[in-house]
């Protein structure tokens, strides 16, 4: 049987570094691979991490570079023959002083946390092997940004039958209001992060009913999280919990026990499902 492999994204700090480093702690049975698009930043995560006594491997992902999902994607597929945990955690926002337009910060936010994770997802799926686990870190502020949605909105994002195309339609739609400056006016709110987000999780959902449905004794568990307010460089250092703290909930989904059945499909926070 080919080694089990353990997959996080934007792992050279803040939380994905820790999610990196609890894997390590839990002993997971396998090869742990941290990924980031700065080589130099992501060698020296390994290089930290092994001083803790925790072998660890880098590869180069930029989750905006379709090209680069592909290259891991082959790399995973010769060197294991598939995928066993897969952490999406790649993620930018803007500062809340950030000066450039709020169309500008639409557009460049959701080409990250929404398109990169997606993509990624689409080069790395057909890997997954059987009793795999996959966690897409979304946010508590994905909740908040869809109860400030119109009702319209609501209903579509909470429709269990919306496809991923249609998800994608309205990501697009959110981004090009955006840039015309009448998001508020078209239900949309007025956080470009919290958006994306709305997109994350809403992407699990469907995810996971599409691997229910093609894969449905295959075992594989797929979740989206919230880690909660992590003092990172992303919050400018600011929130309650630490990264190790942050990381406790997309460990616990990454290391959901086989035979498990749920959560599937679901927003976790603090390991405790929230209601959409």
């Not at 991490?49 to 891991?72: M, N, P, T, W």
């Not at 992407?203 to 797929?222: F, M």
Request: hydrophobic share 40%; glycine share 8%.
């Amino acid at each position: 049987m080919s080694k089990h492999v353990a997959v996080v994204t934007g792992a050279n700090r803040g939380i994905g570094l820790a999610i990196v480093r609890e894997l390590c702690k839990a002993k997971f049975p396998g090869d742990v691979i941290l990924t980031a698009r700065n080589e130099k930043l992501g060698n020296e995560a390994v290089e930290t991490l092994k001083l803790e006594g925790f072998e660890v491997a880098y590869r180069h992902l930029d989750i905006c570079d379709q090209g680069s999902a592909i290259e891991l994607s082959n790399f995973l597929r010769k060197t294991y023959g598939g995928l066993d945990v897969f952490i999406n955690n790649a993620g930018f926002a803007f500062k809340v002083d950030a000066s450039e337009p709020f169309g500008e910060q639409a557009e460049e936010t959701m080409r990250t946390n929404f398109w990169g994770t997606l993509w990624v997802c689409r080069a790395l799926f057909p890997l997954l092997r059987p009793n795999a686990r996959v966690v897409n870190v979304s946010s508590f502020v994905s909740k908040k940004a869809l109860d400030a949605c119109s009702p319209h909105l609501q209903a579509k994002f909470r429709d269990t039958e919306l496809s991923e195309e249609d998800l994608c339609l309205l990501m697009g739609e959110f981004v090009n209001a955006a840039k015309q400056g009448n998001h508020q006016a078209q239900g949309w709110p007025d956080s470009a992060y919290g958006t994306t987000k709305i997109g994350v999780t809403v992407l699990s959902r469907i995810q996971a009913h599409i691997l229910t449905k093609t894969r449905p004794d295959d075992g594989i568990l797929l979740n989206a999280c919230c880690p909660g307010w992590v003092r990172t460089d992303m919050t400018s250092d600011n929130g309650p919990k630490s990264p190790e703290e942050g990381a406790q909930t997309p460990t616990y989904l990454a290391l959901l026990p086989e035979g498990a059945k749920e959560p599937h499909g679901q927003l976790v926070w603090d390991k405790t499902v929230q209601e959409w």
